[in-house]
């Protein structure tokens, strides 16, 4: 690879890298200053019509006919579109989220609260489950609005700046965030031992996890959502967001997964994590347009 020259070694260092630190957040500072519905709109605009021509979106593309074999590409190209709409109001959304807050009781709809209040009223640990669908961020309201405090663990942005600014929006939800890292990995412990509540994202790639079933094909899929709930005997709770109109949300509870016991720990793992990988699978093909299609959920050789 050729050598940077100087001038383009500073322009990067003091130009594009700032820009690429700070612009988001001043676009998001900006939208702050307008409604919720109208700047999650506008921005929702915005990124339908760029989104689509960035190189991440070939991603999405080869995922979608992972996923949907024979996909039209016309369909193709309208969930492409309306995933970039969704992602870029769900990242004004986090601006807004103080907002939000304010509104809740008319724009978050839950459907089976009964499960939530079963958690925060049980005595046991317990296990929320979900994935990047719709504003998925909606759910940490729901459960502040039902009287139960959780825990979310998280993966943090490549752009620190921005995930910094996030994590300070997301204090609103009451939520405490938990980093994914050796010392996450001790607090989460605590918490579990604590008879406290977590929040796990279980749709992205973890390299060294084990191949559970997606879509009809073995994706590397972490097991820490079975172990804890085998290690700890807590109630599952797969809980998705839906986007019902502009920023006004459906979070939706389903009844705990039936947790196995065989007495064989890998099996069980496996079964369990299959079951989830499968309600995960669920959601997207009701919604394909509010899942987030740019991970790279599937081997780099899969056809």
């Not at 939208?31 to 339908?48: E, H, Y």
């Not at 979106?57 to 492409?80: C, D, K, T």
């Not at 796990?200 to 073995?218: E, M, S, T, Y």
Request: charged content about 25%; overall charge positive; some cysteine.
């Amino acid at each position: 690879m050729k050598p940077r020259d100087p001038l383009s070694q500073w322009w990067l260092k003091h130009v594009l890298q700032p820009l690429r630190r700070w612009g988001m957040i001043g676009i998001l500072e900006f939208l702050r200053l307008l409604p919720v519905d109208a700047a999650t709109a506008a921005f929702g605009r915005f990124a339908r019509a760029v989104g689509p021509w960035m190189p991440a979106s070939n991603r999405a593309r080869r995922n979608l006919e992972l996923a949907f074999p024979g996909i039209a590409p016309a369909e193709r190209e309208r969930i492409v579109a309306a995933m970039w709409d969704n992602l870029a109001r769900v990242v004004c959304e986090y601006g807004q989220l103080d907002a939000i807050v304010r509104e809740q009781d008319t724009r978050i709809e839950i459907v089976n609260a009964e499960h939530l209040d079963a958690l925060r009223d049980d005595d046991r640990p317990g296990i929320l489950f979900s994935a990047h669908i719709a504003s998925f961020e909606m759910i940490t309201l729901a459960a502040r609005m039902r009287g139960l405090r959780v825990h979310v663990i998280y993966r943090n942005a490549n752009n620190l700046a921005l995930d910094a600014y996030i994590r300070r929006r997301q204090s609103v939800s009451g939520a405490e965030l938990i980093r994914k890292s050796a010392r996450g990995a001790r607090r989460l412990i605590e918490v579990m031992r604590a008879k406290g509540h977590v929040v796990l994202l279980v749709d992205q790639k973890l390299n060294d996890g084990i191949a559970v079933p997606f879509f009809g094909r073995p994706a590397m899929t972490s097991p820490a959502l079975a172990q804890l709930a085998l290690r700890y005997d807590c109630p599952v709770v797969p809980v998705h967001v839906e986007r019902i109109r502009g920023s006004y949300y459906r979070v939706v509870c389903d009844k705990p997964l039936s947790v196995p016991r065989s007495g064989d720990q890998v099996a069980d793992v496996l079964a369990l994590m299959t079951e989830v990988n499968k309600v995960v699978e669920g959601w997207i093909r009701a919604k394909p347009e509010h899942w987030l299609w740019l991970h790279r959920r599937w081997p780099k050789d899969a056809v």
